[in-house]
């Protein structure tokens, strides 16, 4: 087993699970409609859980644990894509990188229930069954608003404008990639993109939106090897505040 | 979380005596013998207002109740306080949702009551309005703010609406998760660093006031409500719900080595009920109408939100689509 590889692939899944998580936990209290709200906290809490058992997971190959690996590093030592940190916005965005991130993952997901590392794809069973109500809330939500009035169809336009050069960071491929594809850790980010773009194709298709000319979009890379947007450090502040008033208490 | 007794003003009585007398007394007599009233039953016009009023306040209570924790969300210390906190806020929410729902089958939609909080015509508890400063206020939240409201919602689960309380028996189930951990938060503050235990003393001593207003003013000087009582929409009074409260977790309080902020704070061995400070009785007449700490934030955040989240909703309307009163 190739360690590092599969470290450095736990450690950006983990990243984009905790990150996101913490984002949509960010919508309570403040939804458009209260089902909203008890949507997003549950996938937040889905998302975070999940971090949380890679995390884990991680400690068991040497790493430190789960809460010091969250809550004490800093913004450079995060591999999670740069797309997951920017703010909530509006609902129109959170809704379209909702659904472009939560169609990556079901896949991401599926490809890992077949890893040849077995805790892997034990664990990545379990997290597609929780996925696949996270696709089916987004892919309702989008087809909806994306047929729906003037105003909800051109909102949705322009986030999924703004949104798709960093949907295409996600697959920032690692430095172990052939590692990861020779081992059969992970099929690999290519894999996983061409899948993606399908799914992604297919849902649209049922909407009144345009997707863009995927050859046209260039994509937002960075996020797997630590260079991120000004919107990450001071995320991580505010969710490390209380922890670091004593990292050695038990709170 | 909610907070009553503050929820009831003089009641005008004439527009019983407008009522069918047979039909009244009929009414009267399924309450005396312990039958809830449902939805399509006869009622008297005085004890539909009134259960709106009531319910509608109590899920404003749960939304708004949200925020002073939400913001703890973001900060809560470690994995474990981080998604039991995520749950609790969304337990909250979710029991908004229930109550509105049940509102709803009296007659008024989910849309009037968000436009009443909006605009300061209907009222939510008291407590909300003050500020959470650090994580120990949001413990404190947690436990001692859910127990005043379990007290309350146990005592209204009785009541004689069956929405509401088929409501409410499913909010007090959850709510008791919400106690433990909160409680649990709490011990381990108080078992933890010297740090630890200031932050949770000081969160006290901010609160207490506070949660000494929660369940209304004193019975003393409280409105008649002997009708509301009789119909089952009141269930037990301010000063009741207070003393019960007093005697659960002022010992609990004590036990954990913290000091509550009343010299003349203890137990009356004569009457066997709890003997304290009057609470400030104007400044919680103040605060309910509108000029507490946060009264304006907790409401600009509400409209806030319903403005940006306007066009969802109107997406989300079909013409074909009809109102249908929910089931409940």
């Known amino acids: ?251 | 979380m909610y907070g009553g007794g503050n929820t009831f003003e003089g009641i005008k009585t004439d527009s019983i005596a407008q009522e069918d007398p047979v039909k009244l007394a009929e009414f009267e007599a399924r309450i005396e013998r312990g039958e809830k009233i449902e939805p399509t039953d006869w009622m008297p016009a005085l004890y539909r207002k009134q259960l709106i009023r009531m319910i509608e306040q109590h899920a404003h209570s749960e939304i708004i109740g949200a925020l002073p924790e939400g913001t703890w969300i973001t900060r809560a210390p470690g994995f474990k306080r981080k998604i039991s906190l995520m749950a609790k806020v969304q337990d909250e929410v979710g029991h908004g949702q229930l109550l509105y729902s049940a509102a709803e089958t009296l007659g008024k939609t989910r849309e009037q009551m968000i436009d009443d909080l909006i605009s300061g015509k209907s009222k939510y508890s008291n407590i909300f309005n003050y500020p959470a400063f650090t994580w120990a206020d949001s413990c404190f939240i947690s436990w001692l703010v859910d127990a005043g409201a379990i007290v309350n919602q146990l005592a209204n689960a009785k009541g004689s609406y069956g929405p509401y309380c088929r409501a409410l028996d499913r909010i007090c189930a959850e709510e008791s998760f919400h106690l433990k951990y909160g409680h649990h938060c709490v011990i381990y503050l108080a078992t933890g660093t010297q740090k630890q235990r200031e932050m949770f003393q000081e969160a006290i001593n901010r609160w207490w006031k506070p949660m000494m207003h929660f369940f209304g003013p004193s019975d003393k000087i409280s409105a008649h409500t002997e009708v509301l009582m009789r119909w089952k929409v009141k269930m037990s009074s301010n000063d009741d719900m207070r003393n019960q409260f007093l005697d659960m977790y002022v010992p609990k309080i004590w036990e954990l080595g913290f000091t509550i902020p009343d010299e003349n704070l203890k137990k009356n061995p004569d009457t066997g009920r709890w003997d304290y400070t009057e609470p400030d009785w104007e400044e919680f007449k103040r605060v309910i109408n509108g000029d507490g700490p946060c009264n304006k934030e907790r409401l600009e955040v509400r409209r806030i939100a319903e403005e940006r989240g306007k066009w969802v909703r109107q997406a989300l309307k079909k013409a074909q689509t009809k109102y249908t009163v929910p089931l409940a």
Request: glycine share 6%; net charge negative.
């Open chain 1, 1 to 251: 087993m190739n360690e590092p590889a599969l470290k450095e692939l736990l450690y950006k899944i983990a990243d984009d699970q905790l990150i996101l998580g913490h984002r949509n936990s960010e919508w309570t209290g403040f939804g458009p409609l209260l089902e909203e709200d008890i949507a997003f906290s549950s996938m937040a809490q889905d998302k975070v859980g999940q971090s949380h058992a890679l995390y884990q997971m991680l400690e068991t190959l040497g790493e430190k644990d789960p809460d010091t690996v969250a809550f004490m590093r800093n913004a450079d030592q995060f591999h999670n894509c740069i797309m997951v940190e920017l703010p909530n916005g509006e609902y129109d965005f959170s809704l379209i990188r909702h659904f472009l991130y939560d169609t990556a993952e079901a896949i991401r997901f599926e490809m890992l229930s077949e890893s040849s590392y077995q805790p892997l794809a034990d664990i990545s069973k379990k997290i597609r069954a929780e996925l696949r109500y996270h696709t089916l809330h987004a892919n309702t939500w989008v087809k909806q608003l994306g047929s729906a009035t003037e105003e909800s169809i051109s909102r949705l336009q322009r986030s999924l404008e703004q949104v798709m050069p960093y949907a295409l960071g996600m697959f920032e491929e690692s430095p172990y990639e052939k590692e990861l594809i020779g081992d059969k850790i992970f099929g690999g980010e290519q894999a996983l993109k061409e899948r993606w773009m399908k799914k992604v194709e297919a849902i649209i298709a049922q909407t009144q939106l345009q997707l863009p000319d995927w050859k046209t979009i260039q994509p937002v890379m960075g996020g797997r090897a630590g260079k991120h947007s000004e919107y990450l450090q001071p995320l991580l502040d505010e969710m490390s505040e209380v922890f670091k008033i004593d990292p050695t208490a038990e709170w």
